[in-house]
């Protein structure tokens, strides 16, 4: 099992930057992709950004150029840092962690607020 405490949201203008955080416990050793969902109001959940065990990181065509995924293994943590935020950027990010063995987990969420 594996839990996940997100931090790191929050309120900003547009053009600004913020840097969600997801700190990992648990059967670590096992996990082997990392990734970042977002929810909108009344809109589907969907991919971020992704990372796996090997390193390659692929994005939402949205957010191409301006987010960027990253794991620190010391820490067992992964963040997004999301730069030049645009108000449709707002949503509910959730952590998402893949294990070996085919189990998945989630974050709580944290709310990110851009504002025009």
């Known amino acids: 099992q594996v839990q996940l405490v997100e931090s790191g949201g929050g309120l900003v203008q547009a053009g600004g930057s913020l840097r969600p955080s997801c700190a990992t416990s648990?059967?670590?050793?096992?996990?082997?992709?990392m990734n970042w969902y977002r929810q909108a109001p009344g809109k589907q959940r969907e991919l971020v950004a992704a990372?796996?065990?090997?390193?390659?990181?692929d994005y939402a065509d949205s957010v191409k150029g301006r987010f960027t995924i990253s794991r620190d293994s010391a820490k067992n943590t992964v963040y997004l840092q999301m730069n030049s935020l645009k108000p449709e950027d707002t949503a509910v990010y959730y952590c998402?962690?893949?294990?070996?063995?085919?189990?998945?987990?989630w974050g709580q969420g944290t709310q990110v607020t851009v504002s025009s």
């Open positions: 648990g059967s670590i050793s096992l996990i082997n992709d």
């Open positions: 990372t796996s065990s090997g390193g390659r990181a």
């Open positions: 998402n962690v893949g294990l070996m063995n085919g189990r998945r987990y």
